[in-house]
């Protein structure tokens, strides 16, 4: 018997409509397919989606508790594994404090509805500050200048694709990445009607990647030269009476400021910095502040660079200075179903920053997490208190964080190590136990991240395939049993402290339910449980929401999933100054932290560059970081872990077609065959990012046989980073490049 089950797909942050047919007798999936009636993504579909069988049915991918023996693997029950880890961290805390223990969380964790509502339920049950994540090799700066400037860390304006006359892209792939913090399923298609309407796309990259190929303009740009010319452009609106603020001028602070501080950085200044001609810079700031809309996008280029938090202020402050934040066609914030309904008053707190720092390097915290460029030297130098113990969840930092090779060292000198994961690992070989979940098919989702930063509003929930095996469980389950043994507690008096902690902010005086009551508000969260009852209860509260009444026309859970196709909730509208949850209730334009990083700024224009030749990663439409290289119908094709080298550039060096080259950074080195291409800038080389399966003890077949590549991140510097957030610089590497004999 065959049945046809609709959801999302959880493999990027597009979540695209499938539709997946389930052989019921075998147990297996046919075939995957887009959901030509999905309200967001309307049939559109990429290649990673077919790798979702391919990950539920990989024999490497583990189902049973793993125990390291003598130096290998072997299964062990739950109950032991649970057991084991519980008491082994707790004894390590009891014995050196809560610090003892820090945390990784890898990217997988923002596609799992269950991690996302219970993972702060479990580092609270681990007391420790040090808290680790992918998060700062990737978006950090962004969300630290939008918390700045807006208020919160996941107000993120996101490019109304669908309206704009003008899209300004720095730094992003989005035909490879199908966008980032920004959802926008079938980009391509998006893109293309934009240009069918009359509308303009320019890319800025130092590669002329996918997504420029297709661009009416491309600027090839100096790796970390994106601030430099951001605030070149706008240098140009102030110079030449181009600023306009529009309604936003009522409630922003710090205009002003920002003139004074563009004044240094003419087109004819940053030329050096960006290799981009100053007539180039003028037209294309004229040309963005004529257009009917516009849009600026900045995305990872911009952020894991030396200057990342600088370029990603000044992304949302050219939106700002051209009236285009916050009105159809520009930069614009969604309304998710899950979040807080309009007429809930705004909290307008203190920024979460710096509120404690790194014990070596005394980097600073943001949203309760350190900087993951400081995890190796607070294993391996026993910072002020020193991390003994960690817990993975869902990560592989040896090739996702700097300087690989130092932090497998430091792992393997680790008292005690856990991770939850569904693979043996680059990382997870060094643990003392592993545990894995269930498959994306094997557990419902709904993705909470991804909806607050989608170019249109829209709300869909995802059925579990399958049921779990039997003895199997989910991450959440997994991660409230580990911090309730460690507490001497249970699961459920944990889930139900999160549930309760809901509700106070969601029911009652003060909330969108006013009139209702805790108590009867967890009554008709009936019959869900775990994430799910959690999800009832924002869905309800939220802007769509029924408000806990059933026979009311608004969104709850079991509403939703009878939409099998997913809601559609209209396109992005106007929310400001509503929604600004800064301090003073206005956009701060001029954030402090943002001020005191421009001397740094001024100082590179005034030095110059000195790198004979520097690194970049990119993205490849088939992969997704580290985790999708075991999947035989996506790693199968040629070698894409490759060099791309500038044909000036490989015949002055001597290199040619499939030669091999060295490439060495001041903290390592790596050898990869050379691909000659024009579409890079001279000077600059890439290889992509998430590579190097060859490593001892990893249980991952299919990548060590057909994409097992080079770790890019054995050349990224733990000490080369983006001062305000402490990200990691993945992008403009100085390395040298050599024939390898």
């Known amino acids: ?91 390590i805390r009891e014995s050196h404090g809560p610090n003892a223990i820090a945390t990784y969380l890898g990217n997988p964790n923002a596609h799992d509805l269950g991690s996302a509502l219970f993972m702060p339920t479990f580092q609270r049950a681990l007391g420790t ?80 990647s996918e997504t420029a190929r297709i661009a009416d303009e491309h600027l090839f740009i100096r790796p970390g030269g994106d601030a430099f010319l951001l605030l070149a452009l706008v240098n140009v609106l102030f110079a030449e009476d181009r600023v306009a603020l529009g309604r936003l001028a009522a409630f922003t602070r710090g205009v002003d400021a920002v003139e004074r501080v563009a004044r240094d950085f003419t087109p004819e200044a940053v030329e050096g910095p960006t290799g981009i001609p100053a ?20 995305r990872i280029g911009t952020c894991t660079q030396e200057f990342g ?52 390097r005394e980097l600073p915290e943001f949203l309760g997490e350190l900087p993951v460029a400081a995890l190796a030297e607070e294993i391996d130098g026993r910072g002020t208190e020193g991390v003994r113990a960690l817990v993975t969840v869902a990560g592989n930092p040896v090739l996702s964080t700097p300087n690989g090779d130092r932090l497998a060292r430091a792992l393997a000198s680790l008292e005690f190590m856990v991770s939850v994961d569904i693979y043996r690992n680059e990382t997870t070989r060094f643990a003392d136990v592993i545990l894995p979940t269930t498959s994306h098919l094997e557990h419902t989702n709904y993705d909470v991240a991804f ?24 991450l959440w389950e997994v991660l409230l049993e580990i911090g309730a043994r460690v507490n001497g507690t249970t699961a459920a008096t944990l889930e139900e402290m999160t549930l309760a902690k809901l509700l106070e902010s969601t029911v009652g005086p003060g909330t969108a339910c006013p009139d209702l009551t805790p108590e ?27 408000r806990f009444d059933d026979a009311a026309e608004g969104l709850s859970l079991a509403k939703l999933a009878a939409q099998q196709h997913g809601v559609d909730l209209g396109a992005l509208e106007p929310r400001l100054p509503e929604f600004l949850d800064t301090a003073s209730g206005a956009i701060e334009l001029a954030p402090e932290l943002v001020l005191e990083d421009l001397a740094r700024l001024r100082a590179a224009l ?18 997704n970081n580290s985790w999708m290289h075991n999947v035989h119908a996506l790693a199968k094709g040629p070698d ?5 080298v500038n044909p000036e550039d490989a015949r002055r060096l001597g290199l040619a077609e499939g030669d091999r080259a060295r490439v060495r950074s001041r903290v390592g080195e790596v050898v990869a065959p050379v691909r000659l291409s024009d579409e890079m800038m001279a000077g600059v080389v890439s290889l992509p990012h998430g590579f190097g399966h060859a490593a001892e003890g990893v249980g991952l077949t299919v990548a060590q046989r057909h994409q097992p590549g080079v770790n890019s991140n054995l050349l990224t510097d733990e000490d080369h980073l983006d001062v305000p957030s402490g990200n990691a610089v993945l992008n403009g590497i100085p390395v040298e490049v050599a024939a390898a004999s």
């Open 309 to 360: 938090t600088l370029a990603s202020w000044a992304v949302d402050v050219l939106n700002v200075v051209t009236g285009n934040l916050d009105r159809p066609g520009g930069a614009m914030f969604a309304r998710p179903a899950h979040g807080p309904a309009e007429d809930v008053p705004r909290r307008k707190g203190r920024i979460p920053y710096a509120r404690w720092r790194s014990g070596v």
């Open 1 to 91: 018997m065959t049945d046809v089950v609709h959801r999302s797909c959880p493999l990027c942050e597009a979540h695209c409509g499938i539709s997946i047919e389930v052989d019921r007798a075998a147990g297996s999936v046919r075939t995957i397919r887009g959901d030509e009636h999905d309200a967001f993504s309307r049939g559109y579909l990429c290649p990673k989606a077919y790798g979702l069988k391919g990950l539920h049915e990989d024999p490497d991918r583990l189902r049973a508790p793993l125990r390291r023996v003598d130096g290998s693997f072997r299964e062990i029950g739950w109950e032991e594994a649970l057991d084991l880890v519980a008491g082994r961290l707790r004894e």
């Open 640 to 644: 894409r872990c490759t060099l791309l």
């Open 520 to 546: 009867e508000a967890r009554e008709r969260l009936e019959p869900w449980r775990g994430p799910e009852r959690l999800l009832d209860g924002m869905l309800r509260a939220g802007p769509w929401g029924d």
């Open 279 to 298: 007539e180039r810079i003028r037209a294309l700031a004229r040309a963005f502040a004529a257009a009917p809309s516009a849009a600026c996008y900045g």
């Open 451 to 474: 909806h607050q930063l989608s170019v249109r509003n829209t709300a869909k929930w995802s059925p579990a395939v399958f049921e779990a095996p039997e003895g199997s469980r989910d």
């Open 606 to 623: 005034a030095a110059g560059s000195e790198a004979p030749f520097v690194l970049i990663g990119r993205r490849h439409v088939r992969s």
């Open 129 to 208: 500050r040090w808290r680790f994540s992918a998060s700062s090799v990737d978006q950090l700066p962004k969300m630290l200048t939008c918390c700045a400037m807006f208020g919160a860390p996941l107000a993120v304006p996101v490019p109304d694709l669908d309206r704009t006359d003008f899209l300004l892209v720095l730094g992003a792939n989005p035909l490879a990445s199908n966008g980032s913090l920004m959802t926008a399923p079938d980009v391509p298609g998006r893109l293309r009607r934009l240009r069918e309407r009359g509308g303009r796309l320019v890319v800025v990259d130092p590669r002329r």
